[in-house]
């Protein structure tokens, strides 16, 4: 089956750095894309990921393995406002998107 | 503002009740989703209208039924739910090529809070 992997819940700091894996298992690859979602609102699109490597977008950065099936989102200076879901989402080679369950971010002052 | 918009926000009713979910895109997308999102657990698509054609029914109960009049407006009926169909119903649209090979990114409306009593 296809599944996609990401911590349920992370805490970190205010003014701090985190790092929010996400492993996938898919039947073939066409890119990975991160979402944030605030409580009560609408998931936005955050980066697009097909290629290795590290895409920076301000403080926010998002790497990618194909070979290992690994993505991270890294989340610099952080704000109170990045507090939030993250979610992760993969094409499958028939361009299927798949979904993980999202990581909760927590940020403390 | 994502471009896409849903009403009602929130949506309580009875298992015997019937309502429709609205959707309406301003983006200009040809391609148009309806998700359930229940807590700790991945999207689940349920529908696609891709250039106004439903492509994707994943196997979803007959209690829920989408239609697509135009490419930017979307819709969800729904009769005799249960009390497991409570979750937050998004919608999205994208632009999408003929045949539906596309990488781009989904834009998403902020979500129909639904409760069944």
């Known amino acids: 089956g296809q599944n996609i992997d990401q911590p349920t819940e992370m805490t970190a700091t205010e003014g701090a750095i985190v790092q929010i894996n996400c492993t996938y298992q898919t039947s073939g690859f066409n890119g990975l894309f991160w979402y944030q979602q605030h409580a009560g609102e609408a998931p936005t699109f955050l980066s697009y990921?097909?290629l290795d490597g590290l895409e920076e977008k301000g403080r926010f950065s998002s790497f990618l393995s194909r070979s290992k099936g690994y993505s991270y989102l890294l989340l610099k200076e952080l704000q109170m406002k990045d507090s939030a879901s993250y979610l992760c989402a993969v094409f499958d080679s028939n361009y299927q998107l798949i979904w993980g369950a999202g990581t909760k971010l927590i940020i403390k002052p | 503002e994502t471009g896409v918009t849903q009403t009602p926000r929130h949506l309580v009713m009875g298992m015997t009740n019937k309502k429709s979910l609205k959707c309406e895109q301003h983006?200009?997308?040809?391609?148009m989703y309806w998700y359930k999102q229940s807590a700790k657990k991945p999207l689940e698509l349920m529908f696609v209208?891709?250039?106004?054609?439903?492509?994707e029914n994943n196997s979803v109960p007959s209690r829920f039924s989408p239609e697509c009049p135009n490419s930017s407006h979307l819709f969800l009926h729904l009769h005799t739910l249960q009390p497991e169909d409570s979750a937050l119903y998004l919608c999205a649209s994208s632009q999408e090529v003929s045949g539906g090979l596309s990488n781009q990114p989904q834009h998403f409306g902020d979500g129909t809070r639904l409760s069944i009593l």
């Open positions: 209208y891709n250039f106004k054609e439903q492509t």
């Open positions: 990921n097909v």
């Open positions: 983006l200009g997308h040809n391609a």
